[in-house]
T-cell receptor
Framework: DAKTTQPPSMDCAEGRAANLPCNHS???????VYWYRQIHSQGPQYIIH???NNETNEMASLIITEDRKSSTLILPHATLRDTAVYYC??????????FGAGTQVVVTP | EAGVAQSPRYKIIEKRQSVAFWCNPI?????LYWYQQILGQGPKLLIQ??????VDDSQLPKDRFSAERLKGVDSTLKIQPAKLEDSAVYLC????WGVGSEAFFGQGTRLTVV
């Protein structure tokens, strides 16, 4: 299974864009990149996923490099409610989701 | 649409006792996951089902943990006998077809073993 590397923590100012990096240098051609987040005491929440192309939805944008070895999750206008642990996951051909330690994002006023 | 339902929400048992958790996935979802999340860590995948077949159970401690998904719908996860280190939140998730689909998580069951 392809592993991911994320910074352990990040701070972000409210109203600014938050850019969360993720390295996945051993990703295979048919493996997807997923992003989830977990707010304290809740189950993980799906944010976005992609295979090769950049993706955007109402929550965030996902930018995947051309060689697919890294990606960036962009929260366009961070709010205090975006404070959470963010997980970058590479999913295999069966859709297996292996969580790592994630990035603790703290949004400050 | 209704989300992933789990019960109970909380459970306290003594070590060496047995316990069971129940999960009802979103209707029509073929893939079901069970995770264990110890305080301060990310969720650890215990078992993944595709319909009623097991896709991956490589991290399931099979000497004490068991899981089944009868008829490819509801699922139960059992621990027998429980150890102190089993204290954790047990999360269930489901997705339409695994690869390429998003998974939705339940609220989890918080287990405390004393």
């Amino acid at each position: 299974d392809a592993k991911t590397t994320q910074p352990p923590s990040m701070d972000c100012a409210e109203g600014r864009a938050a850019n969360l990096p993720c390295n996945h240098s051993t990703i295979s051609g048919n493996e997807y990149v997923y992003w989830y987040r977990q707010i304290h005491s809740q189950g993980p929440q799906y944010i976005i996923h992609g295979l090769k192309n950049n993706e955007t939805n109402e929550m965030a944008s996902l930018i995947i490099t051309e060689d697919r070895k890294s990606s960036t999750l962009i929260l366009p206008h961070a709010t205090l409610r975006d404070t959470a642990v963010y997980y970058c996951i590479v999913s295999d051909s069966w859709g297996k989701l292996q969580f790592g330690a994630g990035t603790q994002v703290v949004v400050t006023p | 649409e209704a989300g992933v339902a789990q019960s109970p929400r909380y459970k306290i048992i003594e070590k060496r006792q047995s316990v069971a958790f129940w999960c009802n996935p979103i209707s029509g979802h073929a893939t079901l996951y069970w995770y264990q999340q110890i305080l301060g860590q990310g969720p650890k995948l215990l078992i993944q089902f595709q319909n009623n077949g097991v896709v991956d159970d490589s991290q399931l401690p099979k000497d004490r943990f068991s899981a089944e998904r009868l008829k490819g719908v509801d699922s139960t996860l059992k621990i027998q006998p429980a150890k102190l280190e089993d204290s954790a939140v047990y999360l269930c998730a489901s997705s339409y077809w695994g690869v390429g689909s998003e998974a939705f998580f339940g609220q989890g069951t918080r287990l405390t073993v004393v």
